[in-house]
């Protein structure tokens, strides 16, 4: 089950069902992890005090080194700026500035004064200093040369001297070199005449800036494609309370706090208010906001607190017809993010290697018993009705890449039949019996990869009903199955999804199989007594999204201020 979908959207306390053998190995896994993070956060507090130490000795020392040299007629151009100078003392022209994006070939013989972060300083003997200047992700490389009343060693030794990090103003003319820059995102050079610090950096940073050079470009796109597309579907954008009177899924997994007297607790999901919305004829309504979970496990994909994509919506007929909704929604956003974040990407992919996210242009629909027989003959077993663990998630999710599609009936050029009949092959199964047939398999490889799943992107539905919410809609051919789904990115679920039942008294009903007391959820189910349209929806955890899409390993690396167990 997914830790972005609602379990239960009551306002008030609602009994935790019993849990499956999976969740109970996960409890276990949760008390190990706690022990972990205690260990570990004490151990971090012990090096940040260290670091702390060493970056004020660090500090005094450069405070000494680094200063301007009173006997150089030319220390009017360098320098750090006094705080009187930048207590808004004189109203600037902005216009005065160039960003350090807008520096191109155009701008050559033209002076230019910008202001960034030195995010690299190399010295090349006493003559010469290179600094590669960083403003909103685009990199720009100076150089400092001595030259006749104009640059002087000491102002040579004074921007070598500079810590990185350090925010400065450089002054100086644009040019072109004959060779391309490798080390910068603009492809010309700014001739320093004049620099200055505004503000000096540690000169320990507590980090590489390289380990933390993750753009947070990807996240904003992400939101906004996923905001864009669903308007041009007819969706209303909502934004429900994060402050609520009780839990909206149940379980401990809660924050806790005093409203004025009266206990509450911060929001797991707008699971119950999306749903009102629908009961309130929105129609089709989406919501982006804050999602807090008091998550104990210390895990690479979980967080307390993440940006939540919610959706719910009518539905007519199917709840095939949510799951068109995730399939042509998130193909879009993989598509946008690929061709307009081809930038982003890249430096994403300097730093943490990763494939491409293999999708299909119609996304590829499971069922839980086909990913269940797919597992059991690649030898693993599972329970047929019980919930998929992490591991299984994964194995599916690499059989999936790997698998081909259903053959029916094969022919090669001689008319001889390879395959008959309905069945699903492997592709050594299939490459044994070309070569049966005394075909070249080279002349059929193509023709054998196009059948591929060949997908990293895929939804897995009709679930056990027995591992769902007590509110999922039962499938109406077989009880013991239901009208949910999960979706996955390189074998990890991202979303939860399922049709809700609308009708109170089997509601009523569902609730009571569950084991679950009616008055703690009869607000909730008192909702639908006005009349309810038959809907459904799901969560995703933006977070996790972008970190399996950009292929990496810790979802801390897309969240600009990560808040973990």
């Known amino acids: ?18 849990l499956p053998p999976q969740h109970q190995q996960e409890e276990e896994e949760d008390e190990s992890s706690k022990s972990q993070s205690k260990k570990a956060a004490k151990k971090e507090a012990a090096k940040q005090e260290k670091l702390r130490r060493r970056q004020e000795a660090a500090l005094a020392s450069s405070g000494q080194s680094l200063s301007v040299e009173e006997d150089d007629p030319l220390s009017a151009n360098y320098g750090d700026v006094p705080l ?100 910068a995102t603009q492809q010309v050079e700014v001739q320093v005449h ?19 050079a993750r753009s947070e470009v990807e996240i904003e796109k992400a939101l906004q494609i996923f905001r864009q597309f669903l308007l041009s579907e007819g969706f209303v954008e909502i934004h429900t309370p994060k402050l609520i009177a009780g839990s909206s899924e149940g379980g401990a997994a809660v924050f806790k706090l005093d409203y004025k ?11 119950l208010h999306k749903q009102m919305a629908i009961c309130g004829d929105f129609g089709r309504v989406f919501e982006i906001g804050p999602v807090f979970r008091a998550e104990d496990s210390f895990t690479h994909r979980h967080l307390c607190e993440f940006t939540g994509l919610d959706v719910e919506m009518e539905i007519k ?32 992919g300097r730093q943490y290697p990763f494939e491409p996210l293999k999708y299909l242009r119609s996304t590829l629909r499971l069922t839980f018993e086909e990913g269940i027989q797919m597992l059991k003959d690649a030898g693993v077993e599972v329970d047929p009705l019980g919930d998929l663990n992490t591991e299984t998630e994964r194995k599916l999710g690499q059989l999936v890449l790997e698998k081909l599609l259903l053959i029916l009936i094969i022919y090669v050029p001689l008319g001889e039949e390879i395959i008959s009949g309905a069945q699903r092959v492997v592709p050594e199964f299939l490459t044994e019996r070309a070569q049966a047939c005394g075909i070249d398999v080279k002349t059929v490889s193509t023709y054998i990869d196009s059948f591929r799943y060949g997908t990293e992107f895929y939804i897995l539905h009709r ?16 009880p013991s199955y239901s009208n949910s789904f999960d979706v996955f990115i390189r074998g990890e679920e991202i979303i939860s999804g399922a049709q809700r039942v609308h009708v109170p008294e089997f509601l009523t009903e569902r609730a009571q199989a569950c084991g679950i007391d009616v008055k703690t959820v009869s607000t909730y189910i008192d909702s639908f007594r006005y009349g309810a349209p038959p809907h459904g929806g799901f969560g995703v955890g933006l977070e996790r999204v972008v970190m399996l899409f950009c292929g990496l390993n810790n979802i801390r690396k897309t969240s600009l201020f990560p808040r973990d167990p």
């Open 1 to 18: 089950m997914s830790s972005n979908e609602s379990q239960s959207p009551s306002s008030g306390s609602v009994p935790e069902q019993p």
């Open 84 to 183: 009187r100078e930048l207590q808004s003392k004189v109203a600037a022209d902005l216009r005065d500035w160039t960003e350090v994006g807008a520096l191109t070939e155009a701008l050559k013989d033209q002076h230019v004064l910008v202001r960034g972060r030195a995010q690299a300083i190399r010295a090349v003997g006493k003559n010469m200093a290179f600094l590669v200047l960083r403003e909103r992700g685009f990199t720009v490389q100076c150089v400092v040369t001595v030259q006749p009343d104009a640059v002087s060693r000491q102002m040579v030794r004074y921007a070598a001297g500079l810590s990185r990090e350090s925010i400065v103003d450089v002054e100086g003319l644009v040019s072109v070199p004959s060779v391309p820059i490798k080390g």
């Open 194 to 212: 004049k620099i200055f610090c505004i503000n000096k950096a540690m000169p320990t940073l507590p980090i590489n800036i390289e380990d933390a």
């Open 261 to 271: 007297g009266q206990p509450a607790c911060l929001a797991q999901s707008p699971q």
């Open 317 to 348: 007929k199917h709840y095939f017809e949510v799951m068109d909704i995730v399939d042509r929604l998130f193909v879009t956003m993989f598509d946008t993010l690929n061709e307009n974040c081809a930038k982003e990407l890249e430096a994403v």
């Open 463 to 478: 679930y056990p009903l027995g591992i769902r919410p007590f509110y999922t809609m039962p499938s109406y051919d077989n």
